[in-house]
């Protein structure tokens, strides 16, 4: 899969689970070419703002969007995911 791909794949699943207010995927797996562990997986940065997180930890805010991409993980489409993930009152929104 292609990173457009697995880009397409994160903005979907995000959007259907979460119906964010904003939602940026920055592919930076080219900041990672050559690393053998990566295993041909993509590198990817998420900043996510939805109501979805209000009430929840970091922890848990992770978890939620670790969750909704565990398939695509489990199967290295995507290697590593930096997650930022916040509530509209906390993003000034």
Do not use: C, W
Request: glycine share 8%; no cysteine; charged share 25%.
């Amino acid at each position: 899969m292609m990173n457009t791909q697995r880009v397409a794949l994160i903005e979907e699943r995000l959007t259907n689970l979460f119906a964010p207010k904003a939602l940026n995927i920055i592919d930076e797996s080219a900041k990672h070419a050559g690393h053998a562990s990566a295993g041909g997986g993509g590198h990817f940065a998420v900043e996510i703002i939805a109501d979805a997180f209000e009430g929840k930890s970091s922890i848990q805010r992770h978890r939620m969007v670790y969750d909704a991409l565990e398939d695509a993980m489990r199967s290295n489409e995507i290697h590593a995911l930096s997650i930022k993930a916040s509530t509209p009152a906390e993003a000034g929104q």
